[in-house]
């Protein structure tokens, strides 16, 4: 069974830089998109970022365009977030997930991933 584990956050300064890394154990992750989200307690989980399988990228938010990258390695089972110029706003648990499709979808929408990783904390103190 497909299983995603984050990791590589942690506490960075504003203009700091972070790379998050989501790995696929049990399942090859070259057969489905992968998206970044995340979430402040209390608020709607905000998409980020999706790669499809032939790594085209869709970003769901315009608040960190140009500062986020997603990229996959397919050899490795990995999808990856890097994080640069980073701002207090970014303070969230970041997650990555999957709805097990090829592509992504032009709109962010949670409701159909049904595989989710616990999650990776990063915070940005003000």
């Known amino acids: 069974q497909l299983q995603l584990a984050e990791s590589g956050g942690g506490l960075v300064q504003p203009g700091g830089s972070l790379r998050l890394s989501c790995v696929a154990s049990?399942?090859?992750?070259?057969?489905?998109?992968i998206t970044w989200t995340r979430q402040v307690p209390g608020k709607e989980r905000e998409g980020i970022s999706c790669?499809?399988?032939?790594?085209?990228?869709?970003d769901y938010t315009d608040s960190e365009k140009g500062r986020f990258t997603i990229s996959r390695d397919n050899a490795k089972n990995t999808v990856y977030l890097q994080m640069n110029s980073l701002k207090p706003e970014a303070t969230a648990v970041y997650y990555c997930?999957?709805?097990?499709?090829?592509?992504?979808?032009?709109?962010?929408?949670?409701?159909?991933?049904?595989?989710w990783g616990n999650g990776t904390q990063v915070t940005v103190p003000s």
């Open positions: 997930a999957t709805e097990r499709h090829a592509v992504c979808r032009d709109v962010f929408d949670y409701r159909g991933m049904d595989y």
């Open positions: 049990g399942y090859s992750l070259d057969r489905y998109a």
């Open positions: 790669i499809s399988i032939t790594h085209i990228s869709t």
